[in-house]
């Protein structure tokens, strides 16, 4: 059976790096993002084969910009006056942020989130094309109605079985293509009972272009090597991504700020 798991992982990250590969050809990838995939892809594999008894770095290496912060516009999942504070920088339209949001958010809110150990920030970024902003600007008008993270999760599960589904077709992209649109939000408004009125009329206002553009600026001073995603912080140090899919690391990490 273990035989046949590590099989199945195998064709997968194989799947996945052909998609990848395609990818980068994308205007919109950007060497860090590339190098991000590649990591990914690697570190599921490894990891879920037996390799996590390795040791793992716990912050990536490189240029350092200024620390993150939880802003007024952010919003905390979980306890705000918890000791670990994890923060992500997404986008809506990248797929390695649905990946991370499917395979390893889960574990953070369960293990770390709902247990009062971490509080949560996603701040959405939109540097992929207008999609990137609709989605941003959806989750910044469920925030009126205290939905953003209701918001947020409906959008990414939307989102991955987008991705998923281009991959078995064998669709080169599944950014631009139309899916995340104002249709999309107000049937994922309606599900978490927003005020769709309310909703619709804050989407179109244009009032909220500002909040991402703040998120935007604060990414280009803390990614000062080059904005990718998704990207995490633990208490104001960006995390290697081999340690975010590898729960043991994970662990560790968070414990070690806890003490």
Not at 20 to 47: Q, T
Not at 123 to 144: D, I, M, R, Y
Request: aromatic share 10%.
């Amino acid at each position: 059976m273990e035989h046949t798991n590590e099989k199945n992982q195998m064709n997968q990250a194989e799947e996945i790096a052909q998609f990848i590969k395609k990818e980068e050809k994308k205007e919109w990838m950007l060497p860090a993002s590339i190098v991000f995939a590649a990591v990914v892809i690697a570190a599921a594999f490894v990891y879920s084969s037996g390799a996590a008894n390795n040791p793992a770095p716990t912050v990536e290496q490189g240029a350092i910009g200024k620390a993150p912060e939880i802003t007024a516009a952010d919003v905390v999942r979980g306890n705000s006056d918890a000791k670990v504070t994890i923060i992500e920088f997404g986008d809506f339209q990248c797929p390695y942020c649905g990946k991370f949001f499917n395979d390893v958010a889960p574990f953070i809110k369960s293990a770390f989130v709902d247990t009062g150990k971490a509080k949560l920030v996603y701040k959405p970024l939109a540097f992929l094309g207008q999609e990137s902003e609709n989605s941003a600007t959806a989750v910044a008008c469920a925030q009126e109605q205290g939905k953003f993270w209701e918001m947020h999760d409906g959008i990414f599960t939307a989102e991955y079985k987008e991705v998923e589904q281009m991959i078995a077709r064998k669709i080169e992209s599944s950014e631009n293509n139309g899916n995340l649109n104002l249709n999309l939000f107000t049937k994922i408004g309606k599900e978490i009972g927003l005020d769709q009125n309310a909703f619709t009329e804050c989407f179109n206002s244009g009032k909220k272009i500002e909040v991402t553009a703040a998120h935007m600026r604060e990414a280009q001073e803390v990614m000062t090597d080059g904005i990718s995603t998704p990207t995490v912080y633990i208490n104001g140090k960006k995390v290697d991504p081999r340690v975010l899919y590898d729960k043991q690391a994970l662990t560790v990490l968070v414990e070690s700020y806890l003490k």
